[in-house]
């Protein structure tokens, strides 16, 4: 298999190649088996239903795009926006990017309260 070089920034923040992979939940696929009618078996894989969105930060007062399941899409909403649902994730379950955004987050509103 090449070796496939990555650009400064994806090295910088320690981004990966796409993979199948939610931003937010961390949602990987699955393997599993494939069974027939007359019940023969074959490995298969379960991906996640990813879907490229723009989410929008009120406390960062800018749009996001993430690459998240549809799972993550209706959490999100429920929680009541991008801020709250980051505001409640676990660090080691976000993918760098969201990393990224949820230490931003968190600064801009500890900003905020202080001043």
Same mark, same amino acid.
Do not use: W, Y
């Given at each position: 298999? +090449?070796?496939?070089?990555? +650009?400064v920034?994806?090295?910088?923040?320690?981004?990966?190649?796409m993979? %199948? %992979?939610? !931003?937010?939940?961390?949602?990987?696929?699955?393997?599993? #088996?494939?069974?027939?009618?007359?019940?023969?078996?074959?490995?298969? %894989?379960?991906? +996640? #239903? *990813?879907?490229?969105?723009?989410?929008?930060? !009120?406390?960062?007062?800018?749009?996001?795009?993430?690459?998240?399941?549809?799972?993550?899409?209706?959490?999100?909403?429920?929680?009541?926006?991008?801020?709250?649902?980051?505001?409640?994730?676990? #660090?080691?379950? *976000?993918? +760098?990017?969201? *990393?990224?955004?949820?230490?931003?987050?968190?600064?801009k509103?500890?900003? =905020?309260? =202080?001043?």
């Amino acid at each position: 298999m +090449p070796c496939v070089a990555l +650009p400064v920034s994806f090295i910088n923040l320690g981004l990966q190649a796409m993979s %199948r %992979r939610c !931003d937010l939940t961390g949602k990987t696929a699955l393997v599993g #088996n494939k069974v027939s009618h007359s019940n023969r078996k074959a490995k298969r %894989r379960f991906l +996640p #239903n *990813l879907c490229n969105v723009t989410l929008i930060s !009120d406390s960062l007062g800018r749009s996001v795009r993430l690459r998240i399941s549809a799972n993550a899409l209706k959490t999100v909403d429920h929680r009541g926006g991008l801020d709250a649902f980051m505001a409640k994730a676990k #660090n080691d379950e *976000l993918s +760098p990017k969201a *990393l990224v955004i949820k230490r931003a987050i968190d600064k801009k509103l500890a900003s =905020t309260a =202080t001043a």
